[in-house]
């Protein structure tokens, strides 16, 4: 199994440092070795909507520094996933390379062109592949209704993302959940956004779209919404919280990071090892069901 | 939902800046205004457009090649976009409505009406090259999970964004 360079983005670190734990531990479990890099600035995924050019060169700035390194990059966001392979695309163009080279040139760097990004659900997927995980399967999970949550930039823009999945009828993530030994649940509204980006500009559309996605996941008795991004887990979590804190009481939906619910059927330590402790919504009861009791 | 007519005054003609489409598709990755046919997909999938109807990637594209200059890079709304997509996968034109609305916040921004949280977030790069403080508990969270130490140094970050120029976007004034 390769190497690769791991990016943590600006948010999981420093606020969803259970999606980090879990990733670090299944990797590790997987023989997916992940490199810290020290140089690492966020994606400028956020930046390139005040200068396009800003945002492409924080993104040439962390492919230059894996290029060097030898690695290819992997990410825990969906975004930055997004951000860096859309720029690995802008920055095949000799013209925009040789104008983003030229101002690399004032830290030393340079990128070439060789390095690749994939989230780590890609990573999951491509890499290791579907029977690879089910041989690491221990516990049994298949009374847990799990509903998949893909996040828009784990499968837009398509052009970018070179035949992960189909955008409007995916796959990945269901056959994902299914490998870890849970059922995958149909809902309504799959494609519908979370919102984070929303979020700083107006409470009342993220608030929306957070509960219409609970209602929809909920009026299907999951057990669980997983999802593949730190900002949904924020999102759907955080302020399914405050919902219930400000409107409307009685949401209870645990919001999972796919790698805590494979670490779970990988036998992971639920505390320890997959920080699910720190899930703001409670995931006891889940845990019960699946008939594991070391975090009770 | 029963229709509601509104009653729009008409675009003063004398206020519009013919000039302005071709200043939007200089920028290449706006070009594909010049093949939208106006079949409105793009808004047909806009979840943003669901909350707030007055947000339409259709409609702000015929505002650019009427030349509102004015009306679309003032206007809030270019920044409520959540950024996923729809508009551009489902354009049976293939126009990146996406690329073209980063061209039209980035004249905004040159403008003086980005929101704060977005130069906030510039500020917070040049420090720690990431969008999070200097110091805050999550230093101590990650150090009680033994989760390696992050340095959270924008030197490097700071001296290469510069070059762009974004240090010098100031924030609109909320009126």
């Not at chain 1, 269901?174 to 700083?200: D, F, I, M, N, W």
């Not at chain 2, 206007?75 to 293939?94: D, G």
Request: aromatic share 8%; proline share 5%; net charge positive.
């Amino acid at each position: 199994m390769k190497d690769y360079a791991l990016f943590l983005g600006c948010t999981t670190p420093t606020q969803v440092l259970q999606y980090e734990l879990a990733s670090r531990w299944v990797c590790k479990e997987l023989g997916i070795k992940l490199i810290d890099m020290e140089d690492f600035v966020c994606c400028g995924f956020n930046q390139a909507h005040l200068s396009q050019e800003a945002g492409l060169l924080l993104a040439a700035m962390n492919l230059a520094y894996a290029e060097e390194s030898g690695l290819d990059v992997l990410t825990l966001c969906a975004a930055c996933a997004g951000q860096l392979a859309e720029s690995i695309e802008r920055l095949k163009n000799q013209e925009t390379r040789d104008k983003i080279n030229q101002k690399l040139k004032t830290l030393g760097l340079e990128y070439k062109g060789e390095t690749g990004v994939k989230h780590i659900s890609r990573v999951l997927y491509e890499d290791i592949g579907i029977a690879k995980i089910k041989e690491k399967i221990k516990i049994d999970l298949s009374h847990l209704r799990v509903a998949p949550h893909y996040g828009c930039h784990y499968l837009k823009p398509e052009s970018a993302l070179g035949g992960l999945d189909d955008p409007d009828n995916p796959k990945s993530l269901h056959q994902l959940v299914s490998a870890a030994g849970a059922k995958p649940v149909p809902y309504e509204g799959l494609h519908l956004c979370c919102g984070g980006k929303s979020y700083p500009v107006s409470e009342e559309m993220a608030f929306y779209l957070v509960k219409k996605k609970l209602d929809n996941v909920m009026a299907r008795k999951a057990d669980c919404l997983v999802v593949q991004c730190q900002t949904c887990y924020l999102m759907y979590s955080g302020l399914q919280r405050e919902i219930n804190e400000r409107f409307t009481k009685g949401y209870h939906l645990p919001i999972l990071l796919y790698p805590q619910l494979l670490g779970l059927a990988m036998g992971g330590d639920p505390k320890n090892e997959l920080g699910l402790d720190f899930n703001t919504i409670s995931s006891h009861e889940l845990l019960a069901k699946a008939g594991i009791n070391r975090m009770i | 939902m029963k229709y509601k007519r509104t009653n729009r005054a008409p675009i003063p003609l004398s206020e519009l800046d013919p000039g302005f489409k071709s200043e939007v598709i200089r920028h290449e990755e706006a070009r594909g205004l010049n093949v939208c046919f106006s079949c409105g997909t793009c808004t047909a999938g806009c979840p943003v457009h669901v909350i707030f109807p007055e947000y339409s990637p259709l409609k702000l594209a015929k505002m650019v090649q009427l030349g509102m200059r004015k009306d679309v890079l003032g206007n809030p709304f270019i920044w409520y976009c959540v950024t996923c997509h729809n508009c551009e996968h489902r354009c049976p034109q293939n126009v990146k409505f996406f690329n073209i609305l980063t061209v039209l916040k980035n004249m905004a921004a040159r403008e003086g009406y980005s929101p704060a949280s977005w130069v906030e977030q510039t500020q917070q790069i040049m420090q720690t090259g990431m969008i999070f403080p200097k110091r805050g508990k999550w230093e101590q969270r990650r150090e009680a999970l033994t989760l390696p130490e992050i340095k959270g140094d924008g030197t490097k970050a700071k001296r290469l964004v510069k070059l762009t120029g974004i240090d010098k976007i100031k924030a609109r004034i909320e009126s």
